[in-house]
C-alpha cells in the first residue's frame, strides 16, 4: 500500500465547477503539501499545511490529522486550472513522500 | 534571483554512458534534492544533502553518485546509463527540511536507448 494516496488520478471538470482532490496518508506527520505540475512539467508549492486549514485565492486546502486526510479544493475552476496536482507527506529521512497525482482537466 | 536552475534540460545517452546532470540554487538554501519522475508515479527521492560536505541516499540511489562541495550546486552523476534510468529528473532546495516549502527546478528529461 502506497504512503500517500490520492484521488481521483484523473478530473475532468467543467469550467466554473467546484473541484475537491482528496489525499490520504498512512505516516506520521509534521507537514503535509500540495504541489501544482504544470502540462509543460514545472513544478510549483501550493500550499504547507500541518492543520487546519489553509487559503489562497481560489484555492483551499484542509486537513484532519486524526483521520490522516486532506483535501484541496478549487472554487469557480477555470481551464488554467488545468494541471497535474500532487500531495505528499514528510518522511523519516525529512524527505518528502509524493503521491502519484491527480490529473485535472477543466474545459471551457 | 533564478531560483534553482537545471541543466540540460534534455539528454539522450546510449547504454553504458555517463553523465553529470547540473543543478544550482541562488536563494542560499541548505538543502537540496534530487528526485526522478516515472510516468505514473510520485517523485522519488534519488539523494539529498542537508549542507556543503553533506550527502545522504534517498530511495532510489542505485545507479547514481551526487556531491555538494559548495552550498549552490549538487551535481547528480549517472555512471553507467542503463534504460531504467529514463526519467524526468528534477531537482530541489529548501531552507531546512522536509516541513518547509521546496522549490523546484524545471527538470531534465533523460532518455537512455
Known amino acids: 500500500k502506497n504512503e500517500v494516496e490520492q484521488s481521483p488520478q484523473n478530473l475532468t471538470a467543467q469550467e466554473g465547477e467546484f473541484i475537491t482532490i482528496n489525499c490520504s496518508y498512512s505516516v506520521g506527520i509534521s507537514a503535509l503539501h500540495w504541489l501544482q505540475q504544470h502540462p509543460g512539467g514545472g513544478i510549483v508549492s501550493l500550499f504547507m499545511?500541518?492543520?487546519g486549514k489553509k487559503k489562497h485565492g481560489r484555492l483551499i486546502a484542509t486537513i484532519n490529522i486524526q483521520e490522516k486526510h486532506s483535501s484541496l479544493h478549487i472554487t469557480a475552476s477555470h481551464p488554467r486550472d488545468s494541471a497535474v496536482y500532487i500531495c505528499?507527506?514528510?518522511?523519516?529521512?525529512?524527505?518528502?513522500?509524493f503521491g502519484k497525482g491527480t490529473k485535472l482537466s477543466v474545459k471551457p | 534571483n533564478a531560483g534553482v536552475t537545471q541543466t540540460p534540460k534534455f539528454r539522450i545517452l546510449k547504454i553504458g554512458q555517463s553523465m553529470t546532470l547540473q543543478c544550482a540554487q541562488d536563494m542560499n538554501h541548505n538543502y537540496m534534492y534530487w528526485y526522478r519522475q516515472d510516468p505514473g508515479m510520485g517523485l522519488k527521492l534519488i539523494y539529498y544533502s542537508v549542507g556543503a560536505g553533506i550527502t545522504d541516499k534517498g530511495e532510489v540511489p542505485n545507479g547514481y553518485n551526487v556531491s555538494r562541495s559548495t552550498t549552490e550546486d549538487f551535481p547528480l552523476r549517472l555512471e553507467l546509463a542503463a534504460p531504467s534510468q529514463t526519467s524526468v529528473y528534477f531537482c530541489?532546495?529548501?531552507?531546512?527540511?522536509?516541513?518547509?516549502?521546496?522549490?523546484f527546478g524545471p527538470g531534465t528529461r533523460l532518455t537512455v536507448l
Open positions: 505528499a507527506v514528510r518522511g523519516s529521512q525529512g524527505n518528502l513522500i
Open positions: 530541489a532546495s529548501s531552507y531546512s527540511g522536509g516541513g518547509n516549502e521546496q522549490f
Open positions: 499545511l500541518s492543520s
